[in-house]
Protein backbone atom coordinates (compact mmCIF):
# COMPACT_ATOMS: atom_id res chain seq x y z
CA UNK A 1 0.00 0.00 0.00
CA UNK A 2 1.60 2.92 -1.54
CA UNK A 3 2.11 5.53 1.17
CA UNK A 4 1.14 9.06 0.52
CA UNK A 5 3.08 12.13 1.56
CA UNK A 6 0.01 14.25 2.89
CA UNK A 7 2.35 16.96 3.55
CA UNK A 8 3.47 17.31 0.16
CA UNK A 9 0.25 17.11 -1.70
CA UNK A 10 -1.24 20.06 0.51
CA UNK A 11 1.97 21.93 -0.18
CA UNK A 12 1.35 21.59 -4.19
CA UNK A 13 -2.25 22.17 -3.96
CA UNK A 14 -2.03 24.93 -2.16
CA UNK A 15 0.81 26.37 -4.57
CA UNK A 16 -1.62 25.39 -7.33
CA UNK A 17 -4.87 27.37 -6.20
CA UNK A 18 -2.86 30.51 -5.50
CA UNK A 19 -1.27 29.95 -9.12
CA UNK A 20 -4.49 29.54 -10.46
CA UNK A 21 -6.03 32.51 -8.42
CA UNK A 22 -2.94 34.55 -10.09
CA UNK A 23 -3.44 32.98 -13.45
CA UNK A 24 -7.40 34.36 -13.00
CA UNK A 25 -6.30 38.11 -12.55
CA UNK A 26 -3.42 38.05 -15.22
CA UNK A 27 -5.95 36.94 -17.23
CA UNK A 28 -8.55 39.54 -16.66
CA UNK A 29 -6.02 42.01 -17.21
CA UNK A 30 -5.06 40.66 -20.24
CA UNK A 31 -8.42 40.58 -21.70
CA UNK A 32 -9.23 43.63 -20.65
CA UNK A 33 -6.17 45.45 -22.34
CA UNK A 34 -6.72 42.99 -25.25
CA UNK A 35 -10.63 44.02 -25.99
CA UNK A 36 -9.49 47.85 -25.74
CA UNK A 37 -6.50 47.97 -27.50
CA UNK A 38 -7.87 45.66 -30.67
CA UNK A 39 -11.17 47.54 -30.95
CA UNK A 40 -10.06 51.22 -30.08
CA UNK A 41 -6.73 51.33 -31.82
CA UNK A 42 -8.08 51.77 -35.11
CA UNK A 43 -10.11 54.72 -34.47
CA UNK A 44 -6.54 56.68 -32.52
CA UNK A 45 -4.62 58.73 -34.78
CA UNK A 46 -3.36 62.39 -34.58
CA UNK A 47 -6.58 63.73 -35.93
CA UNK A 48 -8.39 61.57 -33.06
CA UNK A 49 -6.05 63.21 -30.46
CA UNK A 50 -6.28 66.56 -31.37
CA UNK A 51 -9.73 67.58 -33.06
CA UNK A 52 -12.36 68.34 -31.51
CA UNK A 53 -15.54 66.12 -32.20
CA UNK A 54 -17.87 67.09 -35.16
CA UNK A 55 -20.93 66.10 -37.19
CA UNK A 56 -22.63 65.33 -33.81
CA UNK A 57 -19.75 63.83 -32.29
CA UNK A 58 -19.71 60.62 -35.19
CA UNK A 59 -16.79 62.06 -36.31
CA UNK A 60 -13.59 64.57 -35.09
CA UNK A 61 -11.32 63.60 -32.13
CA UNK A 62 -11.75 63.73 -28.08
CA UNK A 63 -8.89 67.01 -27.48
CA UNK A 64 -11.48 68.92 -25.56
CA UNK A 65 -12.17 66.13 -23.16
CA UNK A 66 -8.01 65.19 -23.10
CA UNK A 67 -7.89 68.98 -21.67
CA UNK A 68 -10.61 68.86 -19.93
CA UNK A 69 -9.69 65.75 -17.67
CA UNK A 70 -6.02 67.26 -18.11
CA UNK A 71 -7.14 70.52 -15.95
CA UNK A 72 -9.24 68.71 -13.29
CA UNK A 73 -6.65 66.36 -12.77
CA UNK A 74 -4.86 69.40 -11.96
CA UNK A 75 -6.86 71.39 -9.77
CA UNK A 76 -7.30 67.51 -7.97
CA UNK A 77 -3.37 67.17 -7.25
CA UNK A 78 -3.21 70.85 -6.12
CA UNK A 79 -5.55 70.34 -3.55
CA UNK A 80 -5.39 66.92 -2.00
CA UNK A 81 -1.52 66.10 -2.35
CA UNK A 82 -0.08 69.13 -0.17
CA UNK A 83 -3.32 68.97 2.75
CA UNK A 84 -3.14 64.84 2.55
CA UNK A 85 0.63 64.59 3.16
CA UNK A 86 0.56 67.18 5.96
CA UNK A 87 -2.51 65.55 7.66
CA UNK A 88 -0.61 62.36 7.71
CA UNK A 89 2.79 64.20 8.79
CA UNK A 90 0.58 66.20 11.31
CA UNK A 91 -1.63 62.64 12.56
CA UNK A 92 1.40 60.63 12.56
CA UNK A 93 4.81 62.78 14.03
CA UNK A 94 2.73 65.60 15.83
CA UNK A 95 -0.53 64.36 17.38
CA UNK A 96 -0.98 62.46 20.47
CA UNK A 97 -2.05 58.83 19.93
CA UNK A 98 -4.84 58.20 21.80
CA UNK A 99 -8.56 57.68 21.10
CA UNK A 100 -9.30 61.06 18.95
CA UNK A 101 -6.68 60.54 16.51
CA UNK A 102 -8.04 56.74 16.33
CA UNK A 103 -11.51 57.93 15.70
CA UNK A 104 -10.30 60.52 12.78
CA UNK A 105 -7.75 57.65 11.37
CA UNK A 106 -11.70 55.23 11.53
CA UNK A 107 -13.14 58.01 9.62
CA UNK A 108 -10.32 58.77 6.98
CA UNK A 109 -10.24 54.77 6.33
CA UNK A 110 -14.39 54.83 6.15
CA UNK A 111 -14.43 57.93 3.61
CA UNK A 112 -12.40 55.70 1.23
CA UNK A 113 -15.02 53.62 0.84
CA UNK A 114 -17.64 56.42 0.19
CA UNK A 115 -19.24 55.34 -2.94
CA UNK A 116 -18.15 58.11 -5.46
CA UNK A 117 -21.43 59.09 -6.28
CA UNK A 118 -22.10 60.07 -2.79
CA UNK A 119 -19.30 62.38 -3.35
CA UNK A 120 -20.72 63.65 -6.80
CA UNK A 121 -23.61 64.85 -4.77
CA UNK A 122 -21.52 66.15 -1.87
CA UNK A 123 -19.56 68.38 -3.89
CA UNK A 124 -22.41 69.60 -5.88
CA UNK A 125 -24.41 70.81 -2.37
CA UNK A 126 -20.92 72.54 -1.30
CA UNK A 127 -18.58 73.75 -4.55
CA UNK A 128 -21.66 73.85 -7.17
CA UNK A 129 -24.20 75.63 -4.50
CA UNK A 130 -22.82 76.72 -0.91
CA UNK A 131 -19.70 78.08 -2.75
CA UNK A 132 -20.99 79.31 -6.10
CA UNK A 133 -18.41 77.86 -7.87
CA UNK A 134 -20.79 76.43 -10.20
CA UNK A 135 -20.97 74.44 -12.36
CA UNK A 136 -17.14 74.12 -12.91
CA UNK A 137 -13.73 72.28 -13.62
CA UNK A 138 -13.15 74.30 -10.15
CA UNK A 139 -15.96 72.11 -8.48
CA UNK A 140 -15.07 68.90 -10.22
CA UNK A 141 -11.34 69.27 -9.20
CA UNK A 142 -12.11 70.02 -5.76
CA UNK A 143 -14.98 67.16 -5.56
CA UNK A 144 -12.23 64.72 -7.24
CA UNK A 145 -9.78 66.09 -4.51
CA UNK A 146 -11.74 64.90 -2.07
CA UNK A 147 -12.21 61.62 -3.26
CA UNK A 148 -8.29 61.32 -3.11
CA UNK A 149 -7.72 62.42 -0.18
CA UNK A 150 -8.34 59.92 1.84
CA UNK A 151 -5.98 57.00 -0.23
CA UNK A 152 -3.26 60.02 0.37
CA UNK A 153 -3.86 59.92 3.47
CA UNK A 154 -3.37 56.45 3.87
CA UNK A 155 -0.44 55.99 1.62
CA UNK A 156 1.59 58.75 3.34
CA UNK A 157 1.14 57.21 6.94
CA UNK A 158 2.11 53.98 5.36
CA UNK A 159 5.27 55.33 4.05
CA UNK A 160 5.99 57.72 6.86
CA UNK A 161 5.58 54.04 9.77
CA UNK A 162 8.03 52.52 7.24
CA UNK A 163 10.88 55.30 8.34
CA UNK A 164 12.62 53.70 11.35
CA UNK A 165 12.49 55.43 14.83
CA UNK A 166 16.03 55.26 14.42
CA UNK A 167 16.61 58.10 12.09
CA UNK A 168 14.44 60.26 14.42
CA UNK A 169 15.85 59.45 17.82
CA UNK A 170 19.20 60.31 16.56
CA UNK A 171 18.44 63.23 14.98
CA UNK A 172 16.45 64.62 18.42
CA UNK A 173 19.28 63.55 20.40
CA UNK A 174 21.61 66.30 18.18
CA UNK A 175 18.99 68.84 20.03
CA UNK A 176 17.33 68.94 16.21
CA UNK A 177 13.56 70.60 16.79
CA UNK A 178 10.72 67.77 15.44
CA UNK A 179 10.39 69.93 12.57
CA UNK A 180 13.90 69.42 11.77
CA UNK A 181 14.09 66.08 12.01
CA UNK A 182 10.82 65.16 10.13
CA UNK A 183 11.99 67.12 7.07
CA UNK A 184 16.05 66.00 7.17
CA UNK A 185 15.39 62.50 8.54
CA UNK A 186 11.64 61.15 7.71
CA UNK A 187 10.08 63.36 4.59
CA UNK A 188 12.67 62.42 2.01
CA UNK A 189 12.85 58.49 2.76
CA UNK A 190 8.86 58.29 2.85
CA UNK A 191 8.69 60.81 -0.13
CA UNK A 192 8.77 57.55 -2.60
CA UNK A 193 6.02 55.68 -0.76
CA UNK A 194 3.87 59.04 -0.41
CA UNK A 195 4.08 59.66 -4.16
CA UNK A 196 3.29 56.35 -5.18
CA UNK A 197 0.40 55.83 -3.23
CA UNK A 198 -0.78 59.36 -3.99
CA UNK A 199 -0.46 59.51 -7.82
CA UNK A 200 -2.25 55.69 -8.03
CA UNK A 201 -5.33 57.43 -5.96
CA UNK A 202 -4.84 60.08 -8.93
CA UNK A 203 -4.75 58.04 -11.77
CA UNK A 204 -7.99 56.31 -10.15
CA UNK A 205 -9.72 59.73 -9.75
CA UNK A 206 -9.12 60.75 -13.29
CA UNK A 207 -11.07 58.13 -14.20
CA UNK A 208 -14.31 58.63 -12.47
CA UNK A 209 -17.23 59.55 -13.93
CA UNK A 210 -19.71 60.14 -10.77
CA UNK A 211 -18.13 62.78 -9.33
CA UNK A 212 -18.04 64.82 -11.89
CA UNK A 213 -21.48 64.14 -13.81
CA UNK A 214 -22.89 66.38 -10.88
CA UNK A 215 -20.56 69.19 -10.65
CA UNK A 216 -19.27 70.12 -13.95
CA UNK A 217 -18.89 68.04 -17.03
CA UNK A 218 -20.59 68.63 -20.14
CA UNK A 219 -21.55 66.93 -22.91
CA UNK A 220 -20.19 69.13 -25.47
CA UNK A 221 -18.09 71.66 -24.79
CA UNK A 222 -15.32 72.18 -27.65
CA UNK A 223 -13.81 75.08 -26.69
CA UNK A 224 -11.55 75.66 -22.83
CA UNK A 225 -10.42 78.86 -22.45
CA UNK A 226 -6.83 79.59 -21.29
CA UNK A 227 -6.16 79.41 -16.86
CA UNK A 228 -7.49 81.01 -15.03
CA UNK A 229 -10.69 81.13 -16.70
CA UNK A 230 -10.86 77.63 -17.33
CA UNK A 231 -11.83 76.77 -13.88
CA UNK A 232 -14.86 78.42 -14.05
CA UNK A 233 -15.92 76.68 -16.49
CA UNK A 234 -17.52 73.49 -17.74
CA UNK A 235 -15.37 70.79 -19.38
CA UNK A 236 -15.65 67.64 -21.41
CA UNK A 237 -13.78 64.54 -19.59
CA UNK A 238 -12.22 61.10 -20.99
CA UNK A 239 -14.68 58.91 -18.77
CA UNK A 240 -17.87 60.96 -19.33
CA UNK A 241 -17.63 61.22 -22.95
CA UNK A 242 -16.98 57.34 -22.91
CA UNK A 243 -20.00 56.94 -21.23
CA UNK A 244 -21.74 59.04 -23.49
CA UNK A 245 -20.39 57.23 -26.87
CA UNK A 246 -21.42 53.85 -25.45
CA UNK A 247 -25.05 54.65 -24.17
CA UNK A 248 -25.86 58.01 -24.85
CA UNK A 249 -25.47 58.77 -28.31
CA UNK A 250 -28.13 58.80 -30.93
CA UNK A 251 -25.82 56.34 -33.03
CA UNK A 252 -24.60 53.99 -31.03
CA UNK A 253 -23.53 51.65 -32.89
CA UNK A 254 -22.11 53.85 -35.53
CA UNK A 255 -19.67 55.85 -32.73
CA UNK A 256 -18.69 52.61 -30.96
CA UNK A 257 -14.97 52.37 -32.29
CA UNK A 258 -14.64 56.42 -30.93
CA UNK A 259 -15.81 54.98 -27.40
CA UNK A 260 -13.36 52.37 -27.79
CA UNK A 261 -11.00 54.55 -28.90
CA UNK A 262 -11.37 57.18 -25.98
CA UNK A 263 -11.17 54.19 -23.94
CA UNK A 264 -7.79 53.62 -25.18
CA UNK A 265 -6.58 57.13 -24.87
CA UNK A 266 -7.91 56.69 -21.29
CA UNK A 267 -6.14 53.71 -19.95
CA UNK A 268 -2.83 55.05 -21.74
CA UNK A 269 -3.19 58.45 -19.62
CA UNK A 270 -3.62 56.56 -16.59
CA UNK A 271 -0.42 54.72 -17.52
CA UNK A 272 1.49 57.38 -18.10
CA UNK A 273 0.66 58.54 -14.34
CA UNK A 274 1.93 55.22 -13.09
CA UNK A 275 4.53 55.74 -14.79
CA UNK A 276 5.20 58.62 -13.58
CA UNK A 277 4.52 57.54 -10.36
CA UNK A 278 7.31 54.64 -10.70
CA UNK A 279 10.10 57.09 -12.27
CA UNK A 280 9.99 59.11 -9.03
CA UNK A 281 9.62 56.86 -6.75
CA UNK A 282 12.88 55.13 -8.52
CA UNK A 283 14.86 59.04 -8.48
CA UNK A 284 14.01 59.07 -4.74
CA UNK A 285 15.21 55.66 -3.88
CA UNK A 286 18.39 56.40 -5.73
CA UNK A 287 19.13 59.35 -4.23
CA UNK A 288 17.87 58.41 -0.48
CA UNK A 289 19.45 54.97 -0.10
CA UNK A 290 18.43 53.41 2.69
CA UNK A 291 20.17 49.76 4.93
CA UNK B 1 38.05 69.46 43.40
CA UNK B 2 34.86 67.35 42.34
CA UNK B 3 32.24 69.27 40.67
CA UNK B 4 28.40 67.78 40.49
CA UNK B 5 27.29 68.07 36.46
CA UNK B 6 23.87 66.39 36.98
CA UNK B 7 22.05 65.09 39.70
CA UNK B 8 19.07 63.57 40.31
CA UNK B 9 16.34 63.70 43.63
CA UNK B 10 13.17 61.51 44.16
CA UNK B 11 13.65 60.69 40.90
CA UNK B 12 10.52 58.20 39.92
CA UNK B 13 9.80 57.13 36.55
CA UNK B 14 6.26 55.72 35.14
CA UNK B 15 5.58 53.63 31.76
CA UNK B 16 1.94 54.29 32.12
CA UNK B 17 1.24 52.54 35.57
CA UNK B 18 4.27 50.68 35.34
CA UNK B 19 6.90 52.30 38.01
CA UNK B 20 10.71 51.42 36.28
CA UNK B 21 12.16 53.70 38.75
CA UNK B 22 11.83 54.12 42.35
CA UNK B 23 13.35 57.05 44.21
CA UNK B 24 16.98 57.43 42.23
CA UNK B 25 19.21 59.97 44.11
CA UNK B 26 21.96 59.92 42.32
CA UNK B 27 24.91 62.49 41.89
CA UNK B 28 27.02 62.74 38.13
CA UNK B 29 30.37 64.36 38.58
CA UNK B 30 31.44 66.14 36.02
CA UNK B 31 35.08 65.12 33.89
CA UNK B 32 34.26 61.92 35.20
CA UNK B 33 32.93 58.83 33.67
CA UNK B 34 29.70 57.21 35.99
CA UNK B 35 28.79 53.57 35.06
CA UNK B 36 25.55 52.14 35.50
CA UNK B 37 25.42 48.88 35.83
CA UNK B 38 22.96 46.17 36.15
CA UNK B 39 20.56 43.26 35.65
CA UNK B 40 18.48 43.66 32.29
CA UNK B 41 15.32 45.45 32.95
CA UNK B 42 16.41 47.23 36.12
CA UNK B 43 15.84 50.31 34.47
CA UNK B 44 19.26 51.89 33.76
CA UNK B 45 19.03 52.67 30.08
CA UNK B 46 15.19 54.24 30.97
CA UNK B 47 17.38 56.59 33.90
CA UNK B 48 19.83 57.32 31.20
CA UNK B 49 17.28 58.38 28.21
CA UNK B 50 15.58 60.39 31.69
CA UNK B 51 18.67 63.08 31.72
CA UNK B 52 17.99 64.15 27.88
CA UNK B 53 14.81 63.58 28.10
CA UNK B 54 14.28 61.24 24.98
CA UNK B 55 12.11 59.02 27.21
CA UNK B 56 9.50 62.42 25.99
CA UNK B 57 9.30 60.86 22.60
CA UNK B 58 7.37 57.97 24.56
CA UNK B 59 3.74 58.34 24.88
CA UNK B 60 2.50 57.37 28.33
CA UNK B 61 6.04 58.34 30.28
CA UNK B 62 5.24 60.06 33.56
CA UNK B 63 8.45 61.66 35.62
CA UNK B 64 8.45 62.54 39.53
CA UNK B 65 11.33 64.29 41.43
CA UNK B 66 14.19 66.21 40.03
CA UNK B 67 16.31 65.65 37.37
CA UNK B 68 18.86 68.91 37.81
CA UNK B 69 21.78 69.83 35.41
CA UNK B 70 24.15 72.36 36.55
CA UNK B 71 21.85 72.90 39.37
CA UNK B 72 18.96 73.61 37.54
CA UNK B 73 15.71 70.73 36.75
CA UNK B 74 15.56 69.64 33.31
CA UNK B 75 11.49 68.25 33.32
CA UNK B 76 10.79 72.41 34.86
CA UNK B 77 8.05 74.02 32.61
CA UNK B 78 10.62 76.68 31.00
CA UNK B 79 13.49 74.20 29.70
CA UNK B 80 14.07 73.88 25.98
CA UNK B 81 14.15 70.36 26.02
CA UNK B 82 15.90 71.35 22.08
CA UNK B 83 19.17 72.78 23.81
CA UNK B 84 19.31 70.84 26.30
CA UNK B 85 19.72 67.57 23.89
CA UNK B 86 22.21 69.41 22.19
CA UNK B 87 23.61 69.83 26.14
CA UNK B 88 23.67 65.86 26.61
CA UNK B 89 24.00 64.35 24.15
CA UNK B 90 23.76 60.66 23.55
CA UNK B 91 25.12 57.37 21.28
CA UNK B 92 22.58 54.26 21.21
CA UNK B 93 23.50 50.92 21.72
CA UNK B 94 22.73 49.94 18.09
CA UNK B 95 24.72 52.35 16.44
CA UNK B 96 22.28 54.50 13.77
CA UNK B 97 23.71 56.71 11.58
CA UNK B 98 21.82 58.79 9.25
CA UNK B 99 21.41 57.09 5.15
CA UNK B 100 23.87 60.19 4.03
CA UNK B 101 27.66 60.40 3.69
CA UNK B 102 30.01 60.34 6.34
CA UNK B 103 30.56 64.83 6.21
CA UNK B 104 26.59 64.79 6.44
CA UNK B 105 26.16 62.98 9.12
CA UNK B 106 28.77 64.39 11.52
CA UNK B 107 28.17 67.95 9.83
CA UNK B 108 23.79 67.64 10.68
CA UNK B 109 24.69 68.97 14.34
CA UNK B 110 26.34 72.14 13.68
CA UNK B 111 23.41 72.78 10.29
CA UNK B 112 20.39 72.04 12.57
CA UNK B 113 21.90 74.58 14.75
CA UNK B 114 22.33 77.20 12.17
CA UNK B 115 26.13 76.77 11.13
CA UNK B 116 25.79 77.95 7.51
CA UNK B 117 30.04 78.44 7.20
CA UNK B 118 30.92 75.99 4.65
CA UNK B 119 34.68 76.67 6.20
CA UNK B 120 33.78 76.04 9.65
CA UNK B 121 31.41 73.13 9.27
CA UNK B 122 34.54 71.44 7.52
CA UNK B 123 36.33 72.34 9.87
CA UNK B 124 34.03 71.14 13.10
CA UNK B 125 33.70 67.70 11.10
CA UNK B 126 37.17 67.17 11.31
CA UNK B 127 37.72 67.67 14.40
CA UNK B 128 34.92 66.14 15.63
CA UNK B 129 36.36 63.15 13.31
CA UNK B 130 39.64 63.18 15.28
CA UNK B 131 38.61 63.35 18.67
CA UNK B 132 35.98 60.09 18.08
CA UNK B 133 39.19 58.53 16.32
CA UNK B 134 37.98 57.94 13.35
CA UNK B 135 39.52 60.64 10.96
CA UNK B 136 42.54 58.56 9.59
CA UNK B 137 40.35 55.65 8.55
CA UNK B 138 37.30 58.19 6.86
CA UNK B 139 39.57 61.12 6.09
CA UNK B 140 39.48 60.27 2.34
CA UNK B 141 35.82 59.40 1.60
CA UNK B 142 34.14 61.42 3.11
CA UNK B 143 31.49 61.98 0.79
CA UNK B 144 30.66 57.97 0.76
CA UNK B 145 27.63 56.55 2.70
CA UNK B 146 28.12 56.20 6.26
CA UNK B 147 25.77 52.80 5.70
CA UNK B 148 29.41 51.27 4.58
CA UNK B 149 31.44 51.25 7.38
CA UNK B 150 31.74 48.65 9.55
CA UNK B 151 29.97 48.46 13.06
CA UNK B 152 32.75 49.70 14.93
CA UNK B 153 33.23 52.62 12.34
CA UNK B 154 29.65 53.10 12.32
CA UNK B 155 29.45 53.72 16.31
CA UNK B 156 32.67 55.80 16.31
CA UNK B 157 30.87 57.91 13.74
CA UNK B 158 28.24 58.61 15.72
CA UNK B 159 30.12 59.05 18.93
CA UNK B 160 32.13 62.16 16.28
CA UNK B 161 28.58 63.38 15.38
CA UNK B 162 27.26 63.83 19.27
CA UNK B 163 30.39 65.44 19.64
CA UNK B 164 30.34 67.87 16.83
CA UNK B 165 27.55 69.90 18.80
CA UNK B 166 29.99 70.24 21.45
CA UNK B 167 27.34 68.95 24.52
CA UNK B 168 28.85 69.29 27.62
CA UNK B 169 27.33 65.76 29.42
CA UNK B 170 27.72 62.30 26.81
CA UNK B 171 25.43 59.86 27.74
CA UNK B 172 26.32 56.67 26.29
CA UNK B 173 24.02 53.28 25.88
CA UNK B 174 25.80 50.19 26.19
CA UNK B 175 27.92 52.16 23.03
CA UNK B 176 30.13 48.79 22.56
CA UNK B 177 27.91 46.31 22.87
CA UNK B 178 27.32 45.35 19.29
CA UNK B 179 30.93 45.55 18.36
CA UNK B 180 34.10 42.95 18.39
CA UNK B 181 36.40 43.06 21.71
CA UNK B 182 38.45 45.23 19.63
CA UNK B 183 36.20 47.78 18.40
CA UNK B 184 35.13 47.37 21.99
CA UNK B 185 38.75 48.37 22.86
CA UNK B 186 38.80 51.46 20.58
CA UNK B 187 35.88 52.57 21.88
CA UNK B 188 36.96 52.36 25.82
CA UNK B 189 39.96 54.08 24.66
CA UNK B 190 38.17 56.62 23.49
CA UNK B 191 36.20 57.29 26.35
CA UNK B 192 39.11 57.34 28.61
CA UNK B 193 40.17 60.52 26.20
CA UNK B 194 37.17 62.28 26.42
CA UNK B 195 36.60 62.47 30.22
CA UNK B 196 38.86 65.20 30.19
CA UNK B 197 36.18 67.39 28.50
CA UNK B 198 32.99 65.80 28.55
CA UNK B 199 31.20 64.07 31.66
CA UNK B 200 30.06 60.85 30.63
CA UNK B 201 27.72 58.56 31.79
CA UNK B 202 27.84 54.92 30.55
CA UNK B 203 25.25 52.19 30.65
CA UNK B 204 26.76 48.61 30.21
CA UNK B 205 26.40 45.11 31.07
CA UNK B 206 30.07 44.15 30.54
CA UNK B 207 30.98 44.60 33.88
CA UNK B 208 34.51 43.86 33.12
CA UNK B 209 33.87 47.30 31.01
CA UNK B 210 32.82 49.21 33.77
CA UNK B 211 35.59 48.38 36.35
CA UNK B 212 37.98 49.35 33.25
CA UNK B 213 36.55 52.16 31.56
CA UNK B 214 34.63 54.39 34.65
CA UNK B 215 35.55 56.33 38.07
CA UNK B 216 31.89 56.15 39.48
CA UNK B 217 29.72 53.07 39.34
CA UNK B 218 25.76 52.65 40.12
CA UNK B 219 24.18 49.75 40.59
CA UNK B 220 20.64 49.57 40.02
CA UNK B 221 18.34 46.32 40.71
CA UNK B 222 14.42 46.20 39.61
CA UNK B 223 14.26 49.96 39.26
CA UNK B 224 15.80 50.95 42.22
CA UNK B 225 19.67 52.35 43.05
CA UNK B 226 21.10 49.88 45.31
CA UNK B 227 24.51 51.52 45.87
CA UNK B 228 26.11 54.18 44.01
CA UNK B 229 30.63 54.56 45.02
CA UNK B 230 33.63 54.95 43.81
CA UNK B 231 34.03 51.87 40.81
CA UNK B 232 37.00 50.49 42.86
CA UNK B 233 35.32 50.00 46.06
CA UNK B 234 31.89 48.89 44.34
CA UNK B 235 34.19 45.86 42.48
CA UNK B 236 36.56 45.19 45.33
CA UNK B 237 34.24 45.86 48.64
CA UNK B 238 30.69 46.53 47.87
CA UNK B 239 28.79 47.52 50.93
CA UNK B 240 25.24 45.41 49.59
CA UNK B 241 24.71 42.15 49.72
CA UNK B 242 22.97 42.33 45.93
CA UNK B 243 26.08 44.30 44.87
CA UNK B 244 28.04 41.99 45.73
CA UNK B 245 26.30 39.35 44.10
CA UNK B 246 25.85 40.74 40.81
CA UNK B 247 29.14 41.71 40.46
CA UNK B 248 30.93 38.45 41.68
CA UNK B 249 28.36 36.91 39.31
CA UNK B 250 25.43 34.77 41.03
CA UNK B 251 22.97 36.52 39.17
CA UNK B 252 21.91 38.56 36.07
Same mark, same amino acid.
Given at each position: ????????????? $??????????????????????????????? @?????????????????????? *??????????????????????????????? $???????????????????????????????????????????????????????????????????????? /???????????? #??? @?????????????????????? /???????????????????????????????????????????????????????????? #????????? *???????????????? | ??????????????????????? +???????????????????????? &???????????????????????????????????? &??????????????????????? !?????????????? +?? =? =???????? !?????????????????????????????????????????????????? +? !?????????????????????? =????????????????????????????????????????????????
Amino acid at each position: MMKINWKKVNEKL $GFSILRLATGVVIFILFFIIYDIVSKGIGSV @NWEFVTDKPRKGMTEGGIWPAI *VGTFWVSLVTVIFSVPIGMFAAIYLNEYARQ $GRIVRLIRLAIRNLSGVPSIVYGLFGFSLFVLMLNFGLSVLSSGLTLGLLTLPWTITASEEALKTVPMSYRE /GALALGATKWQT #IRS @NVLPYAVPGMLTGTILGLARAA /GETAPILFTGVAFFWPILPKFPDVLFKQFMALPYHLFIMSTQHHEIVKVRPLAYGTAFVL #IVLILLMNT *VAIWIRYRFRKKYKRI | MSEIKLYTKKFDFYYGHFKALTD +INLEIQKNKVTALIGPSGCGKSTF &LRSLNRMNDIIPGTIVEGTVALDGKDIYDKNIDVVD &LRRRVGMVFQKSNPFPKSIFENV !AYGLRINGERNRGK +IT =H =HVEESLKN !AALWEEVKDRLDTSAMDLSGGQQQRLCIARALAVQPEVILMDEPASALDP +I !ATQKIEELIFELKDDYTIVIVT =HNMQQAARVSDFTAFFYLGELIEFDETDKIFTNPSQKKTEDYVTGRFG
